[in-house]
């Protein structure tokens, strides 16, 4: 069976830094042994490096994910996710998946997403014809958008592959704790994990 690669992103110059990176991948290696972690960057990073070859800025250097020069399947988390138990059911999954927005019942999001190659390819050559062009028009909604737009019909959703397992922080975990079921614990938007309690950062990390 291939070794997972599991993959981030990480544009210099924002509020993430490599030891963000650093944090995805121990919990990464902790709850999903033998995978390979790769980080797509312009810095250096403290793992496998595969170089930026654009100026897309922010969150549009996403998309470069979807390259074609980057071979087999991807499990992608944002860097302000925190792993909490075994990703082993997640990381057998397969198909284009990605998380049912936690607040658009109909909306994706982009913060997990399983991409496998075929599905990336036609992303890639859709958004490298008029980058310019789709950055004005999703310039709200960022690469989750045209994630969006290209692929809601196509895509399944985390939650519905791993009932419990992915969760969010905000709508999940700040009231009650963090569910026994959950594996991956999505802090999408503010609050940061850095930034939340210590006792909650200390079951977050555990």
């Not at 998309?63 to 075994?86: K, V």
């Not at 940061?192 to 950062?201: M, Q, T, Y």
Request: hydrophobic residues 40%.
């Amino acid at each position: 069976m291939r070794r997972k690669t599991v993959a981030c992103v990480l544009r210099a110059g924002g509020e993430y830094t490599p030891e963000h990176v650093a944090r995805l991948k121990e919990g990464v290696e902790k709850h999903l042994p033998g995978a390979r972690f790769v980080c797509l960057s312009d810095t250096e990073v403290p793992c496998e490096r595969i170089p930026l070859i654009t100026d897309w800025p922010g969150w549009w250097a996403k998309i470069e994910l979807m390259r074609p020069d980057i071979e087999g399947d991807l499990l992608y988390f944002d860097l302000d996710t925190i792993i909490t138990g075994s990703l082993q059911r997640i990381a057998s999954r397969r198909g284009l998946i990605l998380l049912q927005d936690f607040y658009r019942k109909d909306g994706l999001g982009s913060g997990m997403m399983h991409l496998p190659a075929c599905e990336r390819a036609p992303l890639w050559r859709s958004f490298a014809a008029d980058p310019g062009g789709f950055m004005a028009d999703h310039a709200r909604g960022g690469d989750q958008s045209f994630m969006e737009a290209f692929w809601l019909r196509r895509a399944k959703r985390w939650q519905s592959e791993v009932p419990g397992q992915v969760v969010s922080y905000k709508k999940d975990v700040r009231r009650r704790g963090i569910p026994a079921t959950a594996r991956v614990v999505c802090f999408h938007g503010q609050p940061r994990p850095w930034a939340v309690n210590w006792l909650e950062k200390r079951r977050a990390f555990a």
